[in-house]
């Protein structure tokens, strides 16, 4: 017991000189401190990170400035931004691009605004998260040239519950004939996320650190009785707590999969009955990630295996990009080199799969 003791006393130990190594320490500054801090002896400052705030890298400090927030889907783009506002915004290694948005905040090009505007009636309506919202440009033009007029309300950072959301929101009152309804393999990763925010009852931007992307509000126990406390007792918690877990958001339990598995599969089969009472057609569009192309299933990706059989089930039709994707010589041709989305290539395809399934087959 004593030699027990004594381990967990060091381990303690090592655990505290961990957690103060890792905060800031700078000599006291006149006025106020930013964030949670300490005044210790010598005009020493402690600053210790706050948990509630999310310090944004510039790519995503520089889309921020064009977001709102939005009491359905929590948030989306800035609405009736025009190409000649002249924002051009730039990820990884795609090519930079002017923004165009509707109404609603959601990004498609001036051509299909216009269409929308003029009252043409919508054929395809695309739902889903980055891959789709990045895809937007590139589906219309592809399906313009066939006489089908595509609309983009996908958006990067949607999970599975904001796509239903918008579907019913802003789908619906469009009509279209079809949904195309993207699912990626990690989007539903972040459906506890939204549904926290939605019981939350604060706006998107406060429960996520002041971001559109950052990470939730940490609530439950103990982090509701900390921070009654106030922000430091809640700051230095959570220092702690993060050198402890060290858990990234793909840790997941095998019960926090069945969840979240079970979770999508609802949110997709509500979809599709929702389509079909209103006469839509319905497409499932199963995008595989990078990784899976290029190395093979990981640990992390075990969506599409977990939910596709189930979903058969149902008579729904389903896309599944995985065998058009792998009959390419090179998969890697299908995704930008740095950023992990895929490119024109990849997108050219899925339009080409998309269509097939819209035709019944036909060529």
């Not at 706006?203 to 992307?213: L, M, Q, T, V």
Request: contains cysteine; hydrophobic residues 40%; negative net charge.
């Amino acid at each position: 017991m004593t030699l027990f003791l004594k381990l967990t006393a060091f381990l303690g130990i090592l655990l505290i000189a961990q957690v103060l190594l890792s905060l800031s320490y700078d000599l006291r500054a006149t006025g106020e401190a930013d964030g949670p801090h300490l005044d210790l002896p010598g005009h020493l400052r402690v600053s210790v990170p706050d948990p509630d705030h999310y310090n944004a890298p510039p790519e995503v400090a520089a889309v921020q400035t064009y977001q709102r927030t939005n009491p359905i889907v929590g948030f989306a783009w800035q609405p009736s931004i025009d190409t000649s506002d002249g924002i051009v915004i730039s990820w990884g290694d795609a090519p930079p691009g002017v923004v165009s948005t509707d109404e609603f905040g959601f990004v498609n090009s001036t051509a299909a605004i216009a269409q929308h505007r003029s009252g043409t009636p919508v054929d395809i309506v695309g739902l889903g998260a980055s891959y789709m919202g990045g895809a937007q440009a590139t589906f219309f033009d592809y399906f313009d040239l066939k006489g089908l007029f595509y609309y983009n309300l996908g958006q990067g950072r949607y999970t599975v519950p904001q796509f239903n959301a918008a579907l019913q929101a802003y789908a619906l009152p469009l009509k279209p004939k079809w949904i195309v309804y993207g699912l990626d393999e990690v989007s539903f990763l972040l459906i506890d996320d939204f549904e926290g925010w939605k019981r939350s009852g604060m706006d998107w931007f406060s429960y996520h650190g002041g971001s559109w992307c950052g990470p939730p509000r940490k609530s439950g126990f103990p982090h509701d009785q900390l921070h009654a406390l106030g922000t430091l007792p809640h700051a230095l918690y959570c220092a702690v707590e993060r050198k402890v877990s060290k858990k990234s958001l793909v840790d997941l339990s095998e019960a926090q999969k069945r969840h979240l598995v079970d979770a999508t599969r609802t949110c997709v089969l509500d979809a599709y009955h929702t389509a079909c009472d209103n006469d839509i057609g319905f497409i499932l569009l199963l995008i595989p990630s990078k990784t899976r192309m290029t190395s093979g299933p990981t640990a992390q990706n075990f969506l599409f295996e977990r939910v596709v059989p189930d979903l058969q089930k149902s008579g729904m039709t389903i896309v599944d990009l995985r065998e058009p994707f792998a009959a390419v010589e090179d998969p890697r041709s299908l995704y930008f080199a740095i950023d992990s989305h895929w490119n024109r290539h990849g997108v050219y395809i899925a339009a080409q799969e998309i269509l097939r399934a819209v035709m019944g087959g036909r060529p």
